[in-house]
């Protein structure tokens, strides 16, 4: 059975207990947090924190499936720009954080972030991409040594310039051959920025091992069900393809606010999912 995961940060106008209760409470499988809704230093919480807030998720019958928007905080970070302090202290957090994911049981790492992943003022897209890259294989390591997967999300050209769609990630990926490092599918990103419906991009790059994770949203910023692009052929591909992972809930647009966001989602995507049973 196809299991879905909500985005936190839809409910961050609520304490995480409130959070865990109302996500189960609706449907949902687990929670993939992102870091800066639990401090503005995630990369300071210790591994006894982790350990309670995985107990308190837990004790909601959810599960932390991962961790998102890993680099909003704390401010100031870039793998890309000319500054080799700045990137090697970015990359810290980075390693950082992928050890909090496996403390708090999460599987798998979306590298989004497009504001740390900008071309510096006089530098060339090459030159950015070839310091994510190395940033990348480096925190690959990392994700090995605790068992999760990283994965870099192309984003839309309207976020950054670097990495906007699987193929350029897929690229990326396959350059740096290391099997914790993946890329995945954002519905909503994926809808603006590539050439192929979502349903053929799952079946075009599923088989390949190299998708790690699917976020669900529409390019209208909105919920799964909340615009024009019908999820329904979607679900159906995954399925076709023998995805296993969880599905991921990640609006950005909460009409009229999030928790009936997140009740519109689950409901249209298990209604959608009983469908294909």
């Known amino acids: 059975m196809m299991k879905f995961s909500l985005c936190n940060e839809v409910l961050a106008g609520m304490p995480l207990e409130q959070q865990c209760e109302f996500a189960a409470t609706i449907g ?14 995630p990369e300071r919480i210790s591994a006894r924190e982790a350990a309670r ?14 961790l998102h928007w890993l680099l909003v905080k704390p401010t100031g970070l870039s793998l890309t720009d000319s500054d080799a302090s700045l990137r090697a202290r970015t990359l810290d957090v980075m390693s950082r954080l992928t050890v909090l994911c496996a403390e708090l049981g999460g599987k798998v ?3 989004g972030s497009p504001k740390q992943r900008q071309i510096t003022v006089g530098e060339t897209l090459d030159v950015a991409v070839d310091r994510l890259q190395d940033a990348l294989a480096r925190v690959g390591d990392v994700a090995a040594a605790n068992s999760v997967i990283y994965c870099l999300e192309p984003l839309s050209a309207h976020e950054t310039p670097v990495i906007n769609t699987i193929a350029e990630a ?34 075009r790059w599923l088989p390949t091992g190299l998708i790690g994770h699917v976020q669900v949203n529409d390019p209208n910023r909105r919920g799964p069900g909340q615009g024009e692009m019908a999820f329904a ?8 393809n023998g995805y296993t992972g969880t599905i991921s809930v990640e609006p950005f647009d909460y009409i009229p606010n999030g928790p009936a966001t997140a009740a519109f989602c689950i409901g249209y995507l298990k209604a959608l999912r009983e469908a294909l049973a």
């Open 28 to 41: 949902y499988q687990g929670l993939e947090i992102a870091p800066f809704t639990l401090s503005d230093t």
């Open 53 to 66: 807030i995985r107990a308190t998720v837990e004790s909601f019958g959810l599960v932390v499936t991962g």
């Open 109 to 111: 790492l979306v590298h």
């Open 170 to 203: 897929a690229a990326l990926v396959r350059g740096v051959g290391h099997p914790n490092l993946r890329t995945m599918i954002d519905c909503s990103a994926a809808g603006l920025g590539e050439s192929e419906p979502v349903p053929d991009l799952i079946d």
């Open 233 to 240: 052929p979607i679900l159906a591909g995954l399925q076709r």
